[in-house]
């Protein structure tokens, strides 16, 4: 039998998605019982911090807590750490946790967010191979990369010149410690950027003192239980007293697979299907953040988007659509990296699927001053600015005029 009504909104998950979705609730309603679970031993936080400024010992703790500690006691919150869920039962509305205990609910938001993926390699459970994705994996980092740097010695191997990889890479060099990036492409970023961008990113980190190396990894070596080095199929050897393995993440939707709620495909990006609304097939049960893929009516597909931006505004929207705002989920996708003296912004998506798409850039790529359009058949699918600030709204506007755009306009767009 379903739960009755006054059973509580129930939040599954500690990032920033759960965050945003109840305090939108106790925007809207002072009453309604709210129940937030989350496996960590922390209130809901946000992650872009730990491979930044908290990674280095340079920001607050709080940094990382998009509301202060007493906000859900205050807002009258049932915040559940360390409390895990096992199962769902839609027909029932029902979870049940790990103990064994049950809990109905009116509304489920699914907030689960991602694991890092691993090497299936030898040497991976070695002591001194991390990944980062948690508060607790950023703490154990800054735990060896800190004392290190104040000792002015240190070996890092990160494996994998992503987002992630790069921003620990700019970290522990900023730290002063040797930085060594394994990817397996030209470039890094290479994958999300492009060739040309990619290598801004590439003379970025060499400039700053990192080595580069691409190839497979195919073992972490060790003595005494802990990692020493890294070894790559092409027979290069690495010393490492450290590594970070930044290959990617999974969306956690185990739960929601086990329950019979549906999936996108991996073409379409996997994670749970969700309407402009954020729900999923199943009756009363919501997705937000890196798990949600969402119908884009700028793009005309579903995006799974793991990136901050999204976290924040699907949590909101969930948060509102589960007391009843049925408005379609609109919001472009959005990301920031800062990398040294280098930040950057980008707005949009780029469909591999969909045909070549060009890059026509605003600036000077040479001097990191610039905005780059990707464009396809004449229109603007996504827009990056390198430290040039306060533009994002304007090519926001030239994704959604869908008009065919003129290069040279795109080319003075930063005067």
Known sequence: ??????????????????????????ERDATVDVVVVTAEGHRPYERPPLSKDYLRGQAEPDVVYPLKAGWYDDHAID???????????????????????????????LATGSTPRALDIPGRSLIGVHTLRTVDDADLLAGWLLPASLEGEGKIVVVG???????????ARMLGLDVCLVGQTEHPLQATLGPELGALYGRLHHERGVARHRGDVVRFSGEGGRVTGVDLADGTHLE?????????????????????????SRELGGGIAVDGALRTSATDVFAAGDIAS?????Y??????????VAQDTGAHAGRSMLGDDATYDVLPYFFSDQYDVG????????????????????????????????????????????????????????RSRRQVPRAELESFTG
């Open 161 to 171: 010149d992503g987002w992630i990889g790069t921003e620990v890479a700019a970290s």
């Open 240 to 264: 490492a007293d450290l590594v970070v393995v930044g290959v990617g993440v999974a969306p956690n939707v185990g739960i929601a697979s086990a329950a019979g709620i549906e999936l996108r």
């Open 300 to 309: 005309g597909r579903p995006l799974r988007v793991e990136h901050w931006a």
């Open 344 to 399: 950057m912004e980008y707005k949009g998506f780029v469909d591999p699927r969909a045909g070549d798409t060009e890059v026509v850039v605003s600036g000077q790529i040479d001097d990191r001053e610039l905005v780059a359009f990707w464009v396809r058949e004449g229109e603007v699918q996504a827009g990056m600015a390198v430290n040039v600030w306060d533009r994002m709204d304007d090519v926001e506007a030239l994704i």
């Open 1 to 26: 039998m379903p739960a009755s009504s006054t059973a509580p909104i129930v939040v599954v998950g500690g990032g920033l998605a759960a965050a945003r979705a109840v305090e939108a609730v106790r």
């Open 79 to 109: 915040l559940r750490t360390l409390t895990t869920v096992v199962d769902l039962a839609p027909a029932d509305h029902e979870v049940t946790f790990a103990d064994g205990s049950t809990l109905g609910y009116s509304r489920l938001l």
């Open 294 to 298: 969402v119908p884009s009516p700028q």
